[in-house]
C-alpha cells in the first residue's frame, strides 16, 4: 500500500466522457484510484495480456495492482511508471488539431458522413501536423486493442503523440484502458446485469459506435497489424493475483476476456 497526499494529485486534459478518477504522481510513480468500478483491474489485465502480443514493451503502458491510501479513504487502483522525461510531454489528439486549426477534431470527424473518411482524415491531419508516419498502423492496434477489450472511451482526449519543446514528435505509449472490460459497475455495466448482453451492448468513441466496424475499417486502410498470444491460463494466473478485488468481478472479467478469445480466433497466433 502507498499512501498519498494532496501534493502528488495532478489533473490534466485527458478527461473520460465520465469524469476524471484520482491521480497522483509520486517519485516517478503514477498511480490512479478506482472511480466508477473495477478501472485498476482493466488496467493491470489488459496490460499484463498485452505483454503476451506482438507489442513491443516500449508500445503500451503498464500497470501494476496497487492499494492507495488518500486522507481517510483506501482505494484499489494501479500504478505505472512515468514513461516522460522532462524533455517531453504528452499532446492529445484533441489539442494538437485544435492549437493547429483553431477548432475541435471530436467535432470536425463527426462531421465527416462516411466513418472510414473520419479515420482517414484523423490520420491525414495528425500525420500533416506531426510528421510522423504510419499513424494508420498505430491507429490499427489501437482500435484492435479497444474492439478486444471493449474500451468504451478512446476518444479524441485519451489519443496522444508525444512531443519536446523543439516542436519534434514520437508516439506515445497506449494508456488508459481502463473503461475497458466492463470495468464501469457504478452507471452502465451493474453487476447485476448479464455479462453477455452488456457485451453486446458497449459502443465505442472513436470513429464510430461499433467496434467490429471501427476494426474493419482500419484494417481495410492500415492492414492488422496485432496479434495476441496469450491463453486462458495467462488470464487465471492474473486474475489470481488480483485478490483484492471480490470473487464476482474476477469471475466477471474472466467471462468477458474468454467471450472475446471466441469471438477474435483470428487476432491469436502462436508464439
Known sequence: MIELFEQN??????????GNQLKWENKGI?????Y?????????????LLKKSTLTENEFVCY???KIKYGSVIYNGVKSKNFLNEDWQIITLERLFKNFFGESLYKTLYRIPEYKERLHFLVQQVERITGLQNFGIYMNKLLTIDAFFLNEDRHTHNIAVLMNGNGDYMYC???????GLLSDTTMDYP???DTYSLIDNVQPKTICSEFDEQLDISKSLYNMNLKFHFTKKDVNELLVNAGAYPEE??????TVI???????TYLFSPI
Open 9 to 18: 494529485i495532478r489533473t490534466n486534459d485527458r478527461q473520460s466522457s465520465k
Open 30 to 34: 503514477w498511480y490512479k484510484a478506482d
Open 36 to 48: 466508477t468500478g473495477y478501472e485498476g483491474l482493466a488496467e493491470y489485465m489488459i496490460s499484463h
Open 64 to 66: 501494476d495492482l496497487e
Open 173 to 179: 505509449p497506449i494508456f488508459d484502458n481502463g473503461a
Open 191 to 193: 453487476l447485476s446485469g
Open 249 to 254: 468481478i474476477r469471475n466477471r472479467v474472466e
Open 258 to 264: 474468454f467471450a472475446q478469445m471466441r469471438k477474435y
